[in-house]
């Protein structure tokens, strides 16, 4: 790796860094830190390797490359104030990233190949075989006292236009993620959702869904089925009475 750096000290200290690695391409800092030890700053960083970062943390749901941007402030009295006083904005922009280990592609087609109950409850064995591509894009997450808000976002994955809402505290490097479908032609996707939660060394996915409304509509669903059936009989038996008839 490597790392330049220049210091300059008059009322305040002015920092600027730039270092490269084996994780990541460019990294660049510029902070102010005054005589209370509050630090104003802005980093910014190029092609993130996220597979690599997450080898050496033990998290392996994600890989590709990741750029990002802060501009924040926090204090710097020691490593927990740092980290749990940090607030500012952090803009991503995601290049070739995976999803490791849930194909919300196959999820959103066994969920429209729904049929009954039983088809409901094989769900689970099918959404956590295979990957998600995370299409090229930005998002904005806000950090407020060293938690990182990702707000109702809209995102692509693979090709499946979903709604995400995310929140990463820092300090407990805990994460819960809900992702869901969002396909205003189909009530029954809208009603299912990812969870991802726990310490992101041991993060537990769960398929969700509303029981009640699913259901229902499962029902609804059948029913129409059901009288598609009677009528198409009827139908049938009604053109054999007929053809009977002019014999």
């Not at 995310?166 to 490097?173: I, R, S, V």
């Amino acid at each position: 790796k490597k790392v330049e750096a220049e210091l300059s000290k008059k009322n305040n200290l002015n920092i600027s860094a730039n270092l490269n690695s084996n994780f990541i391409e460019k990294l660049t800092v510029k902070s102010k830190i005054n005589k209370k030890k509050f630090s104003t700053f802005v980093m910014n960083a190029k092609n993130l390797n996220i597979k690599k970062v997450n080898d050496y943390m033990g998290f392996s749901r994600l890989s590709g490359l990741l750029n990002f941007s802060i501009k924040g402030n926090t204090y710097v009295k020691d490593k927990n104030s740092i980290l749990k006083q940090l607030n500012g904005e952090l803009k991503l922009n995601t290049r070739n990233m995976l999803i490791n280990d849930l194909n919300l592609t196959k999820l959103k087609s066994s969920i429209l190949d729904i049929k009954n109950i039983e088809d409901l409850l094989e769900l689970n064995k099918k959404v956590f075989k295979g990957n998600t591509s995370i299409k090229n894009q930005e998002m904005s997450v806000e950090i407020k006292n060293g938690n990182l808000k990702l707000p109702k976002t809209d995102i692509l994955l693979d090709d499946n236009k979903i709604t995400v809402t995310g929140l990463y505290e820092l300090a407990p490097n805990n994460i819960n993620i809900n992702l869901k479908y969002n396909d205003g032609n189909n009530k029954l996707l809208s009603l299912f959702n990812v969870n991802l939660k726990g310490n992101i060394k041991n993060i537990q996915t769960s398929l969700d869904y509303n029981k009640e409304k699913t259901d229902q509509l499962l029902g609804d669903m059948l029913e129409k089925k059901m009288k598609k059936v009677i009528k198409d009989k009827l139908d049938n038996k009604f053109n054999d009475i007929i053809e009977n008839l002019l014999e």
